[in-house]
């Protein structure tokens, strides 16, 4: 299971912003930062300020920053439009071609189970993936970590 | 965000076989059934039956069918072995390059999001999922409807 590039992109832009807010950030730093695609990292930044989580300041001392409070992002709403489609399997697809779409009961439990992810993050704002602006300036101190996934063990034996 | 193919083939494949039993189903069957790839569900097929969800049968008669009840195989725990990685960013993978990871709050959401969505299908088996057998021999009857996503709107409006 994955999220989509772009979330992952938003999520961290918007968390590098939080932490340097006031200061305009830029495409350019960020993409170094993370050592991610500048292309990629551009879409990104337009559709957080075209929604109204980054203000961007055009011209040579422009860049980006935070539009609203860290507090006032609710993460939630931040997936929903990062996730456009949550095509988690292929009949959430409009290219659907599987036969058993009519009938089955699959999507339903589908669809539960995305809605309870989703809810998590409607529970938490930006504010709560909060980074001391110290931890980007300690970079490359120490080896980097796998951070997941951790899923409980079945609750049945079945 | 996306199951991987392994998945959404898996649960389709234990459909079938469900619909079916007693019979044997073959994979060039089920290949041309779901029209999908003969080489990646010899691949499923293969880890359902060491994992004794499905029992194959060797030779020209020779087939593949449930071992187990259709309500004794929990969706959660088939969840477990066909989506080993959940790598839902990139810090979840062991090739993790995310200067944020060793001090990141996103993991710990990540993975109550993820707990969140597997304990929707730890409450449910294969029985929940019974396709009637009808239904695959009436393939073609009607168009294909995209099913899902269906996220419930934002509970809050920040």
Redesign the interface.
Known sequence: ????TF??YA??VL?LAAAERPRLITIDETAA???ISRAHLMKVVHVLVKQGYLRGIRGRSGGFTLQ?APE??????VL?IT?P??????????E????????????N??????????????R??LA?????PN??SA??S?R?????????T???S?
Chains 1, 2 share one sequence.
């Open positions: 299971m994955r999220l989509t979330s992952d999520l961290r968390m930062l993370y050592d609203k006032d992002i609710n993460l939630g709403a929903r996730e489609d949550f095509t988690l399997v292929e009949c959430f697809s409009p659907n071609g599987c036969i058993l779409s009519n009938r089955c009961k699959l999507p439990l589908l669809n539960e189970g995305l809605n309870a992810f989703v809810s998590v993050f409607d938490h704002t709560d993936l909060a980074v001391d931890w980007f970079v490359g120490g980097l970590r796998q951070r997941g996934p951790s899923v409980a079945a609750q049945s079945t």
